[in-house]
C-alpha cells in the first residue's frame, strides 16, 4: 500500500521568503515522487519528479525537493517566493512496482504569498 | 498539440439523472485515469485503466462506470447511485507508472 502525507493545508508565506511545503511517503517498495502544481479551476502541472535517479531534483519555476529514504520524506522548496507561486501543491507517489500504478495524491497544501 | 480534453468544461445534472463525462488524449499512453476532487481532499482515484478494453476500481468507484474501447478515449458515467455526485473530476493520461498529465477538469453540479 502507498500513501502521502502533506502537512499543513495552508502555508504563507511572504514575497521573497523561502517556500518550504512538506511530504511524506508511505511505500512498501521503491518510490516514484511527484509534486503537481493546480491554479484555480484547472487542472494540475506536474513540478517535478523522483524515479529513483539523483536525490535532488530541480523542477520548473525555481522549485526543487530532496528525496530521503531514512525520512521518507520528499518536501518542495523554493529559494524566494513570487506572487505567482500562490496556488495549490499536490504531492504524489507512484509503486511502480506494485499492481496498483495509478498516482496517489495527499491532501494538498495551498499555499499564500503576501506582498 | 498533444494532450488531454476534457468536456463539458461545466455540467449541471437533475437529481436521477446519468451524466457521461468525456476524457481524449492524443499523447499515445495506454494508461488513463479518472479522479475526483473535493474541497480540502486532495485527488481520489475514481478508474483507472492500464489498456484498452480493461479497467479496475480505484477507491470511490460506486456510482460510477467507464469503458476504455479505445485507446484514446476513456469516458466516466456519474450515475443515479452516486449519492453526491457535486465535485471537480480530472482525467489523467501517462505511461504506465510514470508522471500523469492533467486535462484541465469537468465541474459537475447537481441541481
Known sequence: AQSVTQLGSHVSVSEGALVLLRCNYSSSVPPYLFWYVQYPNQGLQLLLKYTSAATLVKGINGFEAEFKKSETSFHLTKPSAHMSDAAEYFCAVSGVDTGRRALTFGSGTRLQVQP | ?111
Open chain 2, 1 to 111: 498539440d498533444g494532450g488531454i480534453t476534457q468536456s463539458p468544461k461545466y455540467l449541471f445534472r437533475k437529481e436521477g439523472q446519468n451524466v457521461t463525462l468525456s476524457c481524449e488524449q492524443n499523447l499515445n499512453h495506454d494508461a488513463m485515469y479518472w479522479y475526483r476532487q473535493d474541497p480540502g481532499q486532495g485527488l481520489r482515484l475514481i478508474y483507472y485503466s492500464q489498456i484498452v478494453n480493461d479497467f479496475q476500481k480505484g477507491d470511490i468507484a460506486e456510482g460510477y462506470s467507464v469503458s476504455r474501447e479505445k485507446k484514446e478515449s476513456f469516458p466516466l458515467t456519474v450515475t443515479s447511485a452516486q449519492k453526491n455526485p457535486t465535485a471537480f473530476y480530472l482525467c489523467a493520461s501517462s505511461i504506465v507508472g510514470q508522471e500523469a498529465f492533467f486535462g484541465q477538469g469537468t465541474r459537475l453540479t447537481v441541481v
